[in-house]
């Protein structure tokens, strides 16, 4: 069975802050996905890694998938109030197909 | 375009009971998924449809189903309610078959409440 695990589960931090969340597996994954969940809504594609070592960068965002394609790592550099939100990584297993979700990091930014 | 489109948005059921949960892709996606998100557990797959065929499936018992149209649109059936299936109901569609790394569209959700 395939899991992703995410770290922290929850964290709060002063606007201007840096962050880093985590996402481990045992698994080796064809791709991996970041998205973004606001209260009431559903889960928003932020970015989709697929190359082993692979980083993007979008504005003060920097995704980075691991070398041996089982974790990756989201950098959030001066975090801002509208950072808020439950950050969840998603891989696609290189057997199963099916795209498998962690259980998020809940990021609250406070002003 | 229309995004993904669920319903009900709401729902209340009693233990017992049985429920089903309406699914509209977006426009052209033939590749439908269901997840249940609760607090403690994160998202968690339950079945993915492409071109009314059940590609895979998640570990949930069989009071747990679904469907697909020759629309795409999408349903699952939740029988015999239990109190933990309590839970935010997502749908997702996509442009992209399973196994690719395509972007999941995701509704805004049918919450169920099972008193």
């Known amino acids: 069975t395939q899991l992703l695990e995410q770290s922290p589960q929850f964290l709060s931090i002063q606007e201007g802050e840096n962050l880093t969340v985590y996402c481990n597996s045992s698994?080796?994954?064809?791709?991996l996905q970041w998205y973004r969940q606001e209260p009431g809504e559903g889960p928003v594609l932020l970015v989709t890694?697929?190359?082993?070592?692979e980083v993007k960068k979008l504005k003060r965002l920097t995704f980075q998938f691991g070398d041996a394609r089982k974790d990756s790592s989201l950098h959030i550099t001066a975090a801002q109030t509208g950072d808020t939100g439950l950050y969840l990584c998603a891989g696609v297993g290189t057997g199963g197909f099916k795209t498998i979700f962690g259980a998020g990091t809940r990021l609250f930014v406070k002003a | 375009k229309a995004g993904v489109t669920q319903t009900p948005r709401y729902l209340i059921k009693t233990r017992g009971q049985q429920v089903t949960l309406s699914c509209s892709p977006i426009s052209g996606h033939r590749s439908v998924s269901w997840y249940q998100q609760t607090p403690g557990q994160g998202l968690q797959f339950l079945f993915e449809y492409f071109s009314e065929t059940q590609r895979n499936k998640g570990n949930f018992p069989g009071r747990f189903s679904g469907r697909q149209f020759s629309n795409s649109r999408s349903e699952m059936n939740v029988s015999t309610l239990e109190l933990g299936d309590s839970a935010l109901y997502l749908c997702a569609s996509s442009s992209s078959p399973p196994g690719m790394a395509g972007e999941l569209f995701f509704g805004e959700g049918s919450r169920l409440t099972v008193l």
């Open positions: 890694v697929v190359t082993g070592g």
């Open positions: 698994s080796v994954f064809s791709s």
